[in-house]
Each structure stands twice: as structure tokens, then as C-alpha cells.
């Protein structure tokens, strides 16, 4: 779908894409909270000096500015992937209900095949629910354009938008065609205590106004450009959207296609219309059967679940089996060594579950870089949920079983997701007269999603300074005695605190500091070297799993200096002083 005043073309990922609507369509704010794949939304709309973006601690919190800026009149958009729209379902509910007055968008970033998350959830689920609009693009230039007709509807009924996307979408490349920022005049502010105030009396009357909002964005669905009707061979007709349509285009090129740009609320004439005209009906859709079960609900025959799997990504093989009955000949993949995910060369998280792990702890975990101390060689980490949940969980098993099962336990999450949720959970101990320890792995970025800032860095999304948030002093703040800050790689200290705190029947926390490994601001110490005649082969120095250290032909260690930063580790941990740092 081209702009009718092109005057440029460029390749752009999905998320690239969606930023560049976004200021095209004239947004002012924008917030999010870094979470692949939404993040580089974020990282893009930032380079438009008109817009202000922002990281906030969490995605309620950006869903909340977001809302705000909107009441005050000017368009803003919040970005999220969609464990994310869980944490900001409180104020979506109930936007829906007091509605806009600049336009309001939120970006929703599903995950089908968990590239990257701990399940594989459907935003059109939640939107349903929330009675809020779903536009979901299927390519790039469409994710520039679906945004701006986002903003559009968000104006036209009154209501937020969700512009859904998926992993495939924000992170693969199309020729987009850029337009001018449209200047779009602030909206004036007028204090409407009916729209804005949701308590029980003027929520009534404004879900009546939802009600009647969808109801009619069903009715105008019917004709909306960004739903496309294209009619070929009538004996195979298919409902599909997003980057499923891809799929569809190359294995069923000759079929007549339904292609829906708004997902929620559903066209039913249109539907109706369509499926008259051909003989067989196929619903093509990743996830949940979302548009399926509607379909099925209104009494129109389709085929979909049935034959197509509920789970991860699709492919035009796979629909060319399932609908054509076509095998597919595909050529045997190569053989390769299973490469699971591990932590970077000289990761401060590291350091923390080799002392964890030689102290049989259990850790409860949470969600970022750490949660990869579940797996061998640390084998450290028992649990994973979602976003703060590792102090929550930690809280839980020590109501239920006493403070002597927690002796074994601490809590470890890191310092963004301990901003973004693990204030609460903390705050939850300390509250109800908890005991156990807590280990904040503080390596000065929010590291899985590729390094942003959060309010302990002391930079904003834009990389100006601000006030750099003390965890510690915070800690100290809410009234735990117990508050101690060593460094990651300090292997004798962090062990002996470990042990006292365990034991203590009271609340600690223990904040290792080191940086990530990977900011741009950190500073090799060196490289660690070994002594071939000094190493006695007891493999200690390879306990950590570190990639930079293998066990050569003779048995004894050997050091990838092109891997190695020096931080150390491996040098602490031979008891034969084989190992030296050369500076």
C-alpha cells in the first residue's frame, strides 16, 4: 500500500517500520519497556527529534504516559511485547472505556515459536476482551501505514488501538515507502469527568459507549480499505492476516483470498459475502483460533484448528500439506552441534551461580540474561515465570513451608526487572515479615534485549544523563537491616555473605555489581593466560561453563584470547595459581 506523496523508498525492519508511521502519523510521546520483539520500536522512534520517547520501568507504567499524553491531546503510542500487555492490562481495560482524545496506540509484540518468551500468548485474546480494536499488518510497508490508520480509528471511535505484530513481522525487512510528518494540531483539553473519572457511575454509562463503539467498527469493517477481497479460484477461499498471508500468498497463489487488516472487531458481512462465494473455507491464522471460532460461531462452514497446528510459526509447506495435500520435498538439514544459549564471556551472573552452585543453593529466577543459570553446566536456577516473580515466588515458599526450607533459596533477578516488578515483590517481604535472601544481579543494563537503559543507569532512551536510582540506598529505604553490595568477581566475600545470610532469620539482600561484559563503556581487564606447566588438569577452571576456556588434546585447560576479557574468574577458581592475567 503506497502513500500518494512517496518521495522515498527504503529497506526497514517490521519495528523500523512501525517507528516511521509513527511519526509520519504525527506522534508527540511515546513509551516502552524494552521486550524483544518489540524493542527496536522504541530505538527507532527515538532518532525523530519530534517525538519524545522514553524507557519506563514497566509496560503499565508506559501504557499509563501513554494514556496521559493522549488525554491531554496530542497522539502517543506505548510498545510491548506480549507478556508485556499482561503488566498493562490494568489501564487497557479500562482506556477502552474513557477512551481518547489524541489518538492512542499500543504496539503488541506476540512471540509464535517463543523465539524469546516463556509462552507463546495471543494479543487478540486480550484485546477481545478488552473490547479494543486489533490491526495487524502483514509486511512492512503495511506496518508504516497500518500505524497511521491506527491513529486514525483511535480518533474516529474514541477508542486505543492495538496494532498487533509477531517476531516474523518486527524483525524481517521490506521496501518501505516514506511520507512526511503530518503536523496534526494538539486536541484542546476539556476536563469531562464522565469520560475521564471511572468510577461505578460513569463507568456504566461509558461501557454502554463500548458496546455500541465495536458494534459499529464492526458494522464500517465491512468497507475499510486495510480489508482486501481478492477473488481467483473459488473452489479454496481463505481467511487470513498478518504474516500468515505471506504463507498463503506463496503456497495458494491462485486462491481467492480474504485478507483482514482489522482483526478485532471482525466484518461479519464481509465474511458472510466472502464465504458465499467459494466452496471450500480455510481460517489461516498463527495461534489461537481468534477468527476461527467467530466464524464457526456465526454458523459459516470453515476448516482451520483441525488440520493446523495451534503452536508456533506457520509456513507455506505447511499449508501446502495440510490444504493441498502436497508432500513437500525438503532436503535433510545439516548436521550440527546443538548449541544451546550461555553466558558471555566474562558474565558477571556467571561468577554468582559458581558460588551459588558450590554452595548448593537453589535460586529462584525470574525473567533476563540469568534465567540462563537453569541450564548445564550451572544448573543453579529451579523456577522461571515472568517479571518479578523470583522474590514472589521465594516470599511463597517460605509462607508455606517455613523459613527453615528458604535456607536453602535465594531469590536472584536483575536490576532492570528488579525496577520493573521486583520493587513490588520485595517491598511484599518486607511488609508481611518475611525472611530469606535476595541477590539483585546489578550488571548496569537490561542486558536479553540488548542493552537499554533503565532508571539505575543514569542515561534516558535519548542517552541524556539523569538521576541515577540507588538500589541500594532504595533497599535501606524500606527498612531491610540487611543490605550489602559486593562485586560479582569478589568470589570470597560473596561466598562467606552467602552463608551468613542464608542462615540469618531475617530479610537480606545482596546486590552484585559488575557491568555487562558487552556495554560499550566496559573496559577489558585483560587476558587470562594458562601455564601449561603449572595446570594440573583438575578442571576447577572449567566448572563456570565460560566459552572462552576449553580442555585441549592433553587434558589441560586453554584460553580463547580472542574470547577471554580477563574478568578473572577461571584465575580464582585454580587452586594451583596456574592461570595469570596479562594486563
Same mark, same amino acid.
Given at each position: 500500500?503506497?502513500?500518494?506523496?512517496?518521495?522515498?523508498?527504503?529497506?526497514?525492519?517490521?519495528?523500523?517500520?512501525?517507528?516511521?508511521?509513527?511519526?509520519?502519523?504525527?506522534? @508527540?510521546?511515546? /513509551?516502552?519497556?524494552?521486550?524483544?520483539?518489540?524493542?527496536?520500536?522504541?530505538?527507532?522512534?527515538?532518532?525523530?527529534?519530534?517525538?519524545?520517547?522514553? *524507557?519506563?520501568?514497566?509496560?503499565?507504567?508506559?501504557?499509563?504516559?501513554?494514556?496521559?499524553?493522549?488525554?491531554?491531546?496530542? =497522539?502517543?503510542?506505548?510498545?510491548?511485547?506480549?507478556?508485556?500487555?499482561?503488566?498493562?492490562?490494568?489501564?487497557?481495560?479500562?482506556?477502552?472505556?474513557?477512551?481518547?482524545?489524541?489518538?492512542?496506540?499500543?504496539?503488541?509484540?506476540?512471540? #509464535?515459536?517463543? %523465539?524469546?518468551?516463556?509462552?507463546?500468548?495471543?494479543?487478540?485474546?486480550?484485546?477481545?476482551?478488552?473490547?479494543?480494536?486489533?490491526?495487524? +499488518?502483514?509486511?512492512?510497508?503495511?506496518? =508504516?501505514?497500518?500505524?497511521?490508520?491506527?491513529?486514525?480509528?483511535?480518533?474516529?471511535?474514541?477508542?486505543?488501538? !492495538?496494532?498487533?505484530?509477531?517476531?516474523?513481522?518486527?524483525?524481517?525487512?521490506?521496501?518501505?515507502?516514506?511520507?512526511?510528518?503530518?503536523?496534526?494540531?494538539?486536541? #484542546? %483539553?476539556?476536563?469531562?469527568?464522565?469520560?475521564?473519572?471511572?468510577? #461505578?457511575?460513569?463507568?456504566?454509562?461509558?461501557?454502554?459507549?463500548?458496546? @455500541?463503539?465495536?458494534?459499529?467498527?464492526? $458494522?464500517?469493517?465491512?468497507?475499510?480499505?486495510?480489508?482486501?477481497?481478492? %477473488?481467483?479460484?473459488?473452489?479454496?477461499?481463505?481467511?487470513?492476516?498478518?504474516?500468515?498471508?505471506?504463507?498463503?500468498?506463496? /503456497?495458494? +497463489?491462485?486462491?481467492?483470498?480474504?485478507?483482514?487488516?482489522?482483526?478485532?472487531?471482525?466484518?461479519?458481512?464481509?465474511?458472510?459475502?466472502? /464465504?458465499? @462465494?467459494?466452496?471450500?473455507?480455510?481460517?489461516?491464522?498463527?495461534?489461537?483460533?481468534?477468527?476461527?471460532?467467530?466464524?464457526?460461531? *456465526?454458523?459459516?462452514?470453515?476448516?482451520?484448528?483441525?488440520?493446523?497446528?495451534?503452536?508456533?510459526?506457520?509456513?507455506?509447506?505447511?499449508?501446502? @500439506?495440510?490444504?493441498?495435500? $502436497?508432500?513437500?520435498?525438503?532436503?535433510?538439514?545439516?548436521?550440527?552441534?546443538? =548449541?544451546?544459549?550461555?553466558?558471555?564471556?566474562?558474565?558477571?551472573?556467571?561468577?554468582?551461580?559458581?558460588?551459588?552452585?558450590?554452595?548448593?543453593?537453589?535460586?529462584?529466577?525470574?525473567?533476563?540474561?540469568?534465567?540462563?543459570?537453569?541450564?548445564?553446566?550451572?544448573?543453579?536456577?529451579?523456577?522461571?515465570?515472568?517479571?518479578?516473580?523470583?522474590?514472589?515466588?521465594?516470599?511463597?515458599?517460605?509462607?508455606?513451608?517455613?523459613?527453615?526450607?528458604?535456607?536453602? *533459596?535465594?531469590?536472584?533477578?536483575?536490576?532492570?526487572?528488579?525496577?520493573?516488578?521486583? !520493587?513490588?515483590?520485595?517491598?511484599?517481604?518486607?511488609?508481611?515479615?518475611? &525472611?530469606?535472601?535476595?541477590?539483585?544481579?546489578?550488571?548496569?543494563?537490561?542486558?536479553?534485549?540488548?542493552?537499554?537503559?533503565?532508571?539505575?543507569?543514569?542515561?534516558?532512551?535519548?542517552?541524556?544523563?539523569?538521576?541515577?536510582?540507588?538500589?541500594?540506598?532504595?533497599?535501606?529505604?524500606?527498612?531491610?537491616?540487611?543490605?550489602?553490595?559486593?562485586?560479582?568477581?569478589?568470589?570470597?566475600?560473596?561466598?562467606?555473605?552467602?552463608?551468613?545470610?542464608?542462615?540469618?532469620?531475617?530479610?537480606?539482600?545482596?546486590? &552484585?555489581?559488575?557491568?555487562?561484559?558487552?556495554?560499550?563503556?566496559?573496559?577489558?581487564?585483560?587476558?587470562?593466560?594458562?601455564?601449561?606447566?603449572?595446570?594440573?588438569?583438575?578442571?576447577?577452571?572449567?566448572? +563456570?561453563?565460560?566459552?572462552?576456556? &576449553?580442555?585441549?588434546?592433553?587434558?589441560?585447560?586453554?584460553?580463547?584470547?580472542?574470547?577471554?576479557?580477563?574478568?578473572?574468574?577461571?584465575?580464582?577458581?585454580?587452586?594451583?595459581?596456574?592461570?595469570?592475567? $596479562?594486563?
Amino acid at each position: 500500500m503506497k502513500g500518494e506523496n512517496t518521495v522515498e523508498k527504503k529497506i526497514m525492519l517490521g519495528n523500523e517500520a512501525i517507528a516511521r508511521g509513527a511519526y509520519e502519523a504525527g506522534v @508527540k510521546v511515546s /513509551a516502552a519497556y524494552p521486550g524483544t520483539p518489540s524493542t527496536e520500536v522504541s530505538e527507532n522512534i527515538v532518532k525523530y527529534e519530534e517525538v519524545y520517547a522514553e *524507557w519506563a520501568p514497566n509496560e503499565k507504567v508506559a501504557m499509563e504516559v501513554a494514556v496521559g499524553a493522549s488525554t491531554a491531546g496530542v =497522539r502517543s503510542m506505548c510498545a510491548m511485547k506480549h507478556v508485556g500487555v499482561n503488566v498493562a492490562s490494568d489501564p487497557l481495560y479500562t482506556a477502552s472505556y474513557t477512551g481518547v482524545t489524541g489518538g492512542l496506540v499500543m504496539v503488541a509484540a506476540d512471540d #509464535p515459536g517463543l %523465539y524469546s518468551s516463556q509462552n507463546e500468548q495471543d494479543t487478540r485474546r486480550v484485546a477481545r476482551a478488552a473490547n479494543v480494536p486489533v490491526i495487524e +499488518p502483514s509486511d512492512s510497508e503495511e506496518a =508504516r501505514v497500518f500505524t497511521k490508520r491506527a491513529f486514525e480509528l483511535s480518533e474516529k471511535y474514541d477508542t486505543p488501538v !492495538i496494532l498487533r505484530t509477531t517476531t516474523r513481522l518486527a524483525h524481517s525487512q521490506g521496501i518501505v515507502h516514506l511520507e512526511p510528518r503530518q503536523e496534526i494540531p494538539d486536541k #484542546p %483539553y476539556e476536563r469531562d469527568f464522565m469520560k475521564h473519572v471511572m468510577m #461505578p457511575g460513569p463507568a456504566k454509562q461509558r461501557h454502554v459507549f463500548v458496546e @455500541k463503539r465495536m458494534k459499529q467498527m464492526a $458494522e464500517d469493517a465491512c468497507t475499510l480499505d486495510i480489508n482486501q477481497v481478492t %477473488y481467483k479460484d473459488t473452489s479454496i477461499g481463505v481467511i487470513s492476516s498478518g504474516i500468515p498471508y505471506q504463507y498463503v500468498k506463496e /503456497a495458494l +497463489p491462485d486462491a481467492s483470498v480474504l485478507k483482514l487488516g482489522l482483526v478485532n472487531p471482525l466484518p461479519k458481512k464481509l465474511i458472510e459475502e466472502f /464465504a458465499s @462465494k467459494v466452496e471450500k473455507l480455510y481460517i489461516v491464522e498463527e495461534l489461537e483460533p481468534v477468527i476461527e471460532e467467530q466464524v464457526k460461531a *456465526w454458523g459459516i462452514p470453515c476448516i482451520g484448528k483441525e488440520i493446523l497446528t495451534i503452536q508456533g510459526e506457520y509456513s507455506a509447506n505447511m499449508l501446502r @500439506k495440510a490444504i493441498l495435500g $502436497e508432500e513437500v520435498e525438503v532436503s535433510e538439514p545439516a548436521e550440527v552441534p546443538n =548449541r544451546p544459549p550461555i553466558l558471555c564471556p566474562g558474565c558477571p551472573h556467571r561468577s554468582v551461580y559458581t558460588v551459588l552452585k558450590k554452595l548448593k543453593l537453589h535460586a529462584s529466577g525470574d525473567i533476563g540474561c540469568y534465567t540462563l543459570g537453569a541450564v548445564a553446566p550451572l544448573n543453579v536456577v529451579d523456577t522461571a515465570l515472568c517479571m518479578g516473580a523470583s522474590i514472589s515466588m521465594l516470599h511463597g515458599m517460605e509462607k508455606a513451608k517455613g523459613g527453615d526450607f528458604v535456607r536453602d *533459596w535465594v531469590a536472584v533477578i536483575g536490576d532492570s526487572t528488579f525496577l520493573h516488578t521486583g !520493587i513490588n515483590s520485595l517491598m511484599n517481604m518486607v511488609y508481611n515479615k518475611a &525472611t530469606g535472601t535476595v541477590v539483585i544481579l546489578d550488571n548496569s543494563t537490561t542486558g536479553m534485549t540488548g542493552h537499554q537503559d533503565h532508571p539505575a543507569t543514569g542515561k534516558t532512551l535519548k542517552g541524556e544523563t539523569t538521576y541515577i536510582i540507588d538500589i541500594y540506598k532504595m533497599c535501606k529505604a524500606m527498612g531491610i537491616e540487611y543490605v550489602y553490595e559486593i562485586d560479582a568477581f569478589d568470589l570470597e566475600r560473596l561466598e562467606q555473605t552467602l552463608k551468613e545470610e542464608v542462615k540469618r532469620e531475617a530479610l537480606s539482600v545482596i546486590i &552484585t555489581k559488575s557491568p555487562c561484559a558487552l556495554l560499550k563503556s566496559y573496559v577489558p581487564k585483560g587476558t587470562c593466560k594458562v601455564d601449561a606447566d603449572t595446570c594440573k588438569k583438575c578442571g576447577k577452571c572449567l566448572i +563456570p561453563g565460560c566459552p572462552a576456556i &576449553t580442555k585441549g588434546a592433553d587434558g589441560k585447560a586453554v584460553i580463547d584470547d580472542t574470547m577471554c576479557n580477563g574478568c578473572g574468574l577461571c584465575q580464582n577458581l585454580c587452586p594451583f595459581h596456574a592461570i595469570s592475567l $596479562e594486563k
